[in-house]
């Protein structure tokens, strides 16, 4: 049996998703730290940060640190006709950090699903993000939007690049003041306005989200949105799996269903996954493809929060303590379960329940 006290964040994260994700078929997938910098560079909107540690290999070769996991796996990867890829991956990422702005190694897990995919992966890969954040806490929701949809609304008010651009932006932002003046920029009349406003606003519970969709969409359009909902109706997550439009993500990568993952106390999304057709065509690859990555480094700070005490106890002794009798505590108190930290003066950053003194001069 695995004591997980004696595990670091990062490792008992690491395990507990390795437990659920090789339980749907999912293989761990492994790579080296490093990469052809040009990977990075061509697709620098994919990434989470576009900062990228660069070096010369000795070849003459420019190669990075990688800052991204699926990247790598798509470039890695083949297609083969009726076969699906399924791989997780716990993998120390290079990027810079948002709290201290400043490069840092950060643990990113997360699955990826290739191959030809259809509507059973993507609702197995949204039921395994929202398994995945339950194990951190009970506090947490996921977000699910479909890009063709919101695409489909955008282009037929207006196709300008910048335009389709600019209201996603709006859109993700839950910004109807914006999307106004944009559309009086674009000489969009009151109807386009309220076609595109409905996406800002239709949002929660999945059976009502659809109830409004279905008066901008015909049946066709929505079958997709209804198959994944009654997938979720049994997932045991269901009331934690939200439909909401304004999660939104580069339309240049992502298609389709796109999602998000929040948990309470957390200010941003510890979650991000979808499907991204587009990237691996702009990679020359012909599959499918839907999978998410899980930000450790957003949720490790609220969880270090939690984790008040090193150690159970702090054991003070000096030159003239008997060592046998500090030998029988420690051991008496481990044999409790407890943890002990013996010094001979108190750490200046260790933090302990009690302490234990055994120095004469106390």
Request: proline letters at 1%; a negative charge.
């Amino acid at each position: 049996m695995i004591d997980e006290t004696l595990m670091s964040f990062e490792e008992k994260s690491a395990y507990k998703l390795r437990s659920l994700y090789t339980k749907y078929g999912y293989l761990p997938y492994e790579m080296g730290k490093f990469e052809e910098y040009e990977l990075y560079i061509r697709n620098k909107d994919f990434l989470v940060s576009d900062r990228v540690i660069a070096f010369n290999d000795t070849n003459g070769k420019l190669m990075a640190l990688k800052p991204d996991v699926t990247l790598s796996i798509i470039k890695n990867g083949e297609d083969v006709i009726g076969v699906k890829q399924k791989v997780f991956y716990n993998e120390n990422v290079y990027r810079v950090s948002e709290t201290t702005h400043r490069f840092k190694e950060i643990m990113q897990t997360g699955l990826e699903c290739i191959g030809d995919i259809d509507i059973y992966d993507i609702y197995e890969t949204i039921s395994l993000s929202a398994e995945s954040l339950s194990t951190f806490t009970a506090d947490f929701c996921i977000e699910i939007s479909n890009l063709d949809l919101v695409k489909k609304v955008i282009t037929s008010v207006c196709d300008d690049a910048s335009f389709v651009s600019s209201v996603i932006n709006c859109i993700s932002e839950k910004n109807n003041h914006d999307l106004k003046k944009l559309c009086e920029k674009f000489l969009i009349d009151q109807t386009g306005f309220d076609k595109i406003s409905s996406l800002i606003s239709v949002y929660g519970d999945r059976k009502n989200v659809i109830k409004q969709l279905k008066e901008i969409f015909d049946f066709c359009e929505l079958e997709d949105m209804e198959t994944l909902s009654s997938l979720l109706d049994n997932s045991k997550f269901s009331d934690k799996i939200k439909f909401d439009f304004s999660v939104v993500n580069d339309m240049n990568y992502y298609n389709g269903f796109v999602y998000k993952g929040f948990i309470d106390g957390v200010c941003r999304g510890v979650l991000a996954g979808g499907q991204y057709d587009n990237l691996m065509k702009k990679m020359n690859r012909s599959s499918s493809a839907v999978g998410f990555a899980i930000y450790l480094d957003r949720i490790e700070d609220l969880f270090r929060d939690n984790e008040k005490f090193d150690v159970d106890f702090l054991l003070l002794y000096d030159n003239s303590t008997d060592v046998f009798e500090m030998s029988l505590r420690v051991n008496e108190l481990i044999n409790k379960g407890a943890s002990v930290s013996t010094q001979k003066s108190i750490p200046e950053k260790l933090r302990y329940k009690e302490i234990i003194d055994l120095r004469r001069r106390a």
